[in-house]
T-cell receptor, first 114, second 115 residues
Framework: DTAVSQTPKYLVTQMGNDKSIKCEQNLGHDTMYWYKQDSKKFLKIMFSYNNKELIINETVPNRFSPKSPDKAHLNLHINSLELGDSAVYFC?????????????FGPGTRLLVL | GQQLNQSPQSMFIQEGEDVSMNCTSSSIFNTWLWYKQEPGEGPVLLIALYKAGELTSNGRLTAQFGITRKDSFLNISASIPSDVGIYFCAGQPRNYGGSQGNLIFGKGTKLSVKP
């Protein structure tokens, strides 16, 4: 059983299109995240959701919008895709504790914008 | 914003050699995590550290949470070809008031092992 799963694994699309990436976790965690990994392998957090509330929103263009239908899912919707959006997007989840937090990652979605 | 300094950036070693990498920060962290990422895959958690001074092993891997809470190291003993990958440190900073902050990642150490 996959703990954190993402679909699709690969996504190739044209500039200007709108696309969504789905993420599901079966760990019973209450917090989910989206990260972007650039060509230099640097991981940068984009969003996190805790109990259906957005609690982190870094300097990400508003073309990106996270949507969480329930605690086990956090989807990423991207409008008007640009060339610079090409990257690997990782979903992760964790169980928020008072001081400790361990995040588990999905396999990634490789997005290529042409 | 807060940053982690991870070094070295890359390592090229012979099979059987020991490996050491570390992360440092200018601020105090509550948690240190070490992940490994293989090509085409997501980061996989190797070791989690929650207390200053904590030393934890996972097979041939050993990691320590620095006493000052501002650093951590990861050692790999007797490296093998399947150790190849990018190793990331990640830390959860302690915000003002003691609350937990976002997880921050180092830039990774790329390990290459020659058989």
């Amino acid at each position: 059983d996959t703990a954190v799963s993402q679909t699709p694994k690969y996504l190739v699309t044209q500039m200007g299109n709108d696309k969504s990436i789905k993420c599901e976790q079966n760990l019973g965690h209450d917090t989910m995240y989206w990260y972007k990994q650039d060509s230099k392998k640097f991981l940068k957090i984009m969003f996190s959701y805790n109990n259906k509330e957005l609690i982190i929103n870094e300097t990400v263009p508003n073309r990106f919008s996270p949507k969480s239908p329930d605690k086990a899912h956090l989807n990423l919707h991207i409008n008007s895709l640009e060339l610079g959006d090409s990257a690997v997007y990782f979903c992760a989840s964790s169980q928020r504790g008072r001081l400790q937090e361990t995040q588990y990652f999905g396999p990634g979605t490789r997005l290529l914008v042409l | 914003g807060q940053q982690l300094n991870q070094s070295p950036q890359s390592m090229f070693i012979q099979e059987g050699e020991d490996v050491s990498m570390n992360c440092t920060s200018s601020s105090i962290f509550n948690t240190w995590l070490w992940y490994k990422q293989e090509p085409g895959e997501g980061p996989v958690l190797l070791i989690a550290l929650y207390k200053a001074g904590e030393l934890t092993s996972n097979g041939r891997l050993t990691a320590q949470f620095g006493i000052t809470r501002k650093d951590s190291f990861l050692n790999i003993s007797a490296s093998i070809p399947s150790d190849v990958g990018i190793y990331f440190c990640a830390g959860q900073p302690r915000n003002y008031g003691g609350s937990q902050g976002n997880l921050i990642f180092g830039k990774g150490t790329k390990l290459s092992v020659k058989p």
